[in-house]
């Protein structure tokens, strides 16, 4: 099994930014891939950000540019730099963890509420 705890949520204003982090514990070595989904009221979950073991990075084209994912091994943490933040990003964020078993080895944390106000 893997643990993940999501931090770094709050209130931001337009322009703002936040740092979104995200500790791992447990069987680590089954976890490929690790990202950032989002989901707001109402809609659906949404990918954010992803990177994998090796350090390549993917982004959702409503982040890119704005947003950076960040992986530190050694901490065993995942971080999401938000900046230039938009009313449109507030939802939930959860963190995710990927291994190579499809629909076995994917684990979610509790999520962190994120509110960018206009």
């Known amino acids: 099994q893997v643990q993940l705890v999501e931090s770094g949520g709050g209130l931001v204003q337009a322009g703002g930014s936040l740092r979104l982090s995200c500790a791992a514990s447990?069987?680590?070595?089954?976890?490929?891939?690790m990202g950032w989904y989002r989901q707001a009221p109402g809609k659906q979950r949404q990918l954010v950000a992803t990177?994998?073991?090796?350090?390549?990075?993917n982004y959702a084209d409503t982040v890119q540019g704005r947003f950076t994912i960040a992986r530190d091994n050694a901490k065993d943490t995942l971080y999401l730099q938000m900046n230039s933040l938009k009313p449109e990003d507030t939802a939930v964020y959860l963190c995710?963890?990927?291994?190579?078993?499809?629909?076995?080895?994917?684990?979610w944390g509790q999520g962190t509420q994120v509110t960018v106000s206009s």
């Open positions: 995710n963890g990927k291994g190579p078993r499809y629909g076995i080895d994917d684990y």
């Open positions: 990177i994998t073991n090796s350090g390549t990075a």
């Open positions: 447990g069987r680590l070595f089954s976890i490929t891939t």
